[in-house]
């Protein structure tokens, strides 16, 4: 087996949505994604996170996304450079531990962090959320040009725009509220989630 892509995520929001975010750039399409379950995992062992994928599924490019602040949160690092220098060289000697074997190794790995976190990148788009059907439009009255910047606490802000009785832990509710983000619209207001849309506009489906 052989696919253009895959994902390594961090945890469960990121899986259950993903695929709207991809399909919506690149057109309907299946990329697989694989979720290491939780971020501690995948800053300790990227590198069998990565040979589970290759093995599997030999893709020419792995993505893996990780969230900035639970990286902080978990004191694993001090900053967004620095979470994504410890997650490249741990794929660095990966690539080198694996250059001598069989294993057919992907043509590139990519590492993108959210910043803050995942729910930044549902943010980004704060007018395609106003239609979304959790949302109480009403509630949205803000204008952002860096989401990252300015929303400090995006989970905090995502649910304080949420109708009553509405709850985004459920997986059901997590990928309806995917489904307002426009990814061009997105990358306007969120640097972070420019460096996925970028990313993932490289890979090639046909």
């Known amino acids: 087996m052989s696919v253009p892509a895959a994902f390594i995520v961090e945890g469960y929001c990121e899986y259950d949505t993903f695929p709207s975010f991809y399909s919506k750039i690149l057109g309907q399409c299946y990329i697989p994604i694989s979720n290491a379950k939780g971020i501690g995992n995948l800053t300790k062992n990227t590198g069998d996170e990565l040979l589970k994928v290759i093995k599997l599924l030999n893709p020419e490019i792995v993505i893996i996304t990780l969230d900035y602040r639970e990286a902080l949160r978990e004191k694993l690092v001090e900053n967004c450079v620095e979470l994504k220098e410890m997650v490249m060289k741990n794929c660095e000697e990966f690539i080198k531990s694996q250059e001598n074997g069989s294993l057919k190794l992907p043509k590139e790995i990519v590492v993108v962090i959210a910043d803050k976190t995942y729910e930044s990148w549902l943010c980004a788009d704060y007018e395609g959320l106003k239609t979304n059907e959790l949302i109480n439009e009403e509630l949205i009255t803000e204008e952002f040009d860096n989401v990252d910047i300015e929303i400090p606490n995006?989970?905090?802000?995502?649910?304080?725009?949420?109708?009553?009785?509405?709850?985004?832990k459920s997986k059901a509710n997590r990928k309806k509220i995917a489904t307002s983000l426009r990814p061009e619209i997105a990358k306007e207001n969120s640097r972070s989630f420019e460096k996925f849309y970028k990313e993932v506009s490289k890979i090639n489906v046909a």
């Open 154 to 168: 995006p989970n905090k802000w995502l649910n304080s725009k949420l109708k009553e009785n509405v709850d985004l």
